[in-house]
């Protein structure tokens, strides 16, 4: 699987981003699509995580009520609405897809806050 983020960009604190991610390849055989990111120093972090069956979400708490992840399965797209970001949101962030016996990133899409 193949995976390719967009949306990222430069935006003032309480500002709002929609990060997407699309897959190509072998998309049928994935179970978990998921946004991570790393700031400069700091290790990666799960950001938000969905289900491809049933769409369960989880979400780390530094964005809970801020971030909403959901996909779109007849595009084979993911996406990440963040709102109210702050600076502390500044990170490179990547999607993740995984299912039996792998797991994909894509490239990353840089995403700066300015306070």
């Known amino acids: 699987v193949q995976l390719l983020e967009s949306g990222g960009g430069l935006v003032q604190a309480g500002g709002s981003l929609r990060l997407s991610c699309a897959a190509s390849?072998?998309?049928?055989?994935?179970?978990?699509m998921g946004w991570y990111r790393q700031a400069p120093g700091k290790q990666r972090e799960m950001v938000a995580t969905i289900i491809s069956g049933g769409g369960i979400t989880n979400y780390a708490d530094s964005v809970k009520g801020r971030f909403t992840i959901s996909r779109d399965n007849a595009k084979n797209t993911m996406y990440l609405q963040m709102n109210s970001l702050k600076p502390e949101d500044t990170a490179v962030y990547f999607c993740l897809v995984a299912g039996p016996g792998f797991g994909s990133w894509g490239p990353g899409t840089q995403v700066t806050v300015s306070s």
């Open positions: 390849g072998s998309t049928f055989s994935i179970n978990v």
